[in-house]
Nanobody, 115 residues
Framework: QVHLVESGGGLVQAGGSLRLSCAAS????????MGWHRQAPGKQRELVAI???????NYGDSVKGRFTISRDNAKNAVYLQMNSLKFEDTGVYYC?????????WGQGTQVTVSS
């Protein structure tokens, strides 16, 4: 069982940047992929970005070109650099570790973008 802790959320003005971090209690190299999802009030949780153990990345359409996911296996951490933030990026951001069919989720960190 891996424990994931997100940090780096907060309040930012539209057009600003934030960097989220996800610290894992164990080796993230053991997982096929690591990712970020988000959930806005009244909406379903959606994919933001994923990165595979081989370093391939995939992004949700709404964040392509603005967000960048990265991983540091030595630090057992995954990061999400968010630039050009928009009001609609507001939500709780969750880190997830996947090794199908297992999934491990963090508790989430709140990101609020003021317009």
């Amino acid at each position: 069982q891996v424990h994931l802790v997100e940090s780096g959320g907060g309040l930012v003005q539209a057009g600003g940047s934030l960097r989220l971090s996800c610290a894992a209690s164990g080796s993230i190299g053991a997982f096929n992929s690591m990712g970020w999802h988000r959930q806005a009030p009244g909406k379903q949780r959606e994919l933001v970005a994923i990165i595979t153990s081989g370093g391939r990345t995939n992004y949700g359409d709404s964040v392509k070109g603005r967000f960048t996911i990265s991983r540091d296996n030595a630090k057992n951490a995954v990061y999400l650099q968010m630039n050009s933030l928009k009001f609609e990026d507001t939500g709780v951001y969750y880190c997830v570790a996947r090794n199908w069919p297992s999934e491990h989720w963090g508790q989430g960190t709140q990101v609020t973008v003021s317009s």
